[in-house]
């Protein structure tokens, strides 16, 4: 079975500039996560999905950050304008059917911004 | 407000010999706690999991024990792995059914062969 796929793997952009991310989750899993790590600290989620439906996002920075999962599949998020402070890892994660317990996380997407 | 806590960033520990991650908590509610392992340039992999209604959970060499009137839990590897060198976080859930899970800082583990 395929893992979570991210691209791209790392990411240098200037402060003000836009990125996205994309994560494509296991076949069949129908939760998608998105998390922030920041160099030191843990991840913390930014954005939970139920299909293409959002469950959490309370946690998003929603006057730079956006994310969606059109199809039920797999997400973009994006970052316009970045700030330095999102300098990090983002995570993708997925499981099967909300409730189940075990995450699985793809290999993140590191950005710089200078 | 950190909600959970892995006050050591890291921890060497010989071959062979146990390796102790600790984790605190300061939501009691909070009842599933799990243990994931990360590799540079990986994302997390999950480990070992405990629900708040018991006191201890084992797998192979992965131990988990969870202390509830200490809010505490800790990672028992035993024996430990070179290949066992990585960062540990402890993660924790409210309820079934929301997944939300709130991680710690992490535990760097090095294994000394």
């Known amino acids: 079975e395929a893992g979570v796929a991210q691209s791209p793997r790392y990411k240098i952009i200037e402060k003000r500039q836009s990125v996205a991310f994309w994560c494509n989750p296991i076949s069949g899993h129908a939760t998608l996560y998105w998390y922030q790590q920041i160099l030191g600290q843990g991840p913390k989620l930014l954005i939970q999905f139920q299909n293409n439906g959002v469950v959490d996002d309370s946690q998003l920075p929603k006057d730079r950050f956006s994310a969606e999962r059109l199809k039920g599949v797999d997400s973009t998020l994006k970052i316009q304008p970045a700030k330095l402070e999102d300098s990090a890892v983002y995570l993708c994660a997925s499981t099967r059917r909300q409730g189940q317990e075990t995450q699985y996380f793809g290999p993140g997407t590191r950005l710089l911004v200078l | 407000d950190q909600q959970v806590k892995q006050n050591s960033p890291s921890l060497s520990v010989q071959e062979g010999r146990i390796s102790i991650l600790n984790c605190d908590y300061t939501n009691s509610m909070f009842d599933y706690f799990l243990w994931y392992k990360k590799y540079p340039a990986e994302g997390p992999t999950f480990l070992i999991s405990i629900s708040s209604i018991k006191d201890k959970n084992e797998d192979g060499r992965f131990t988990v024990f969870l202390n509830k009137s200490a809010k505490h839990l800790s990672l028992h590897i035993v024996p430990s792995q070179p290949g066992d060198s990585a960062v540990y976080f402890c993660?924790?859930?409210?309820?079934?059914?929301?997944?939300?899970?709130?991680f710690g800082t992490g535990t760097r583990l090095t294994i000394i062969p």
């Open positions: 993660a924790a859930r409210k309820d079934f059914g929301n997944e939300k899970l709130t």
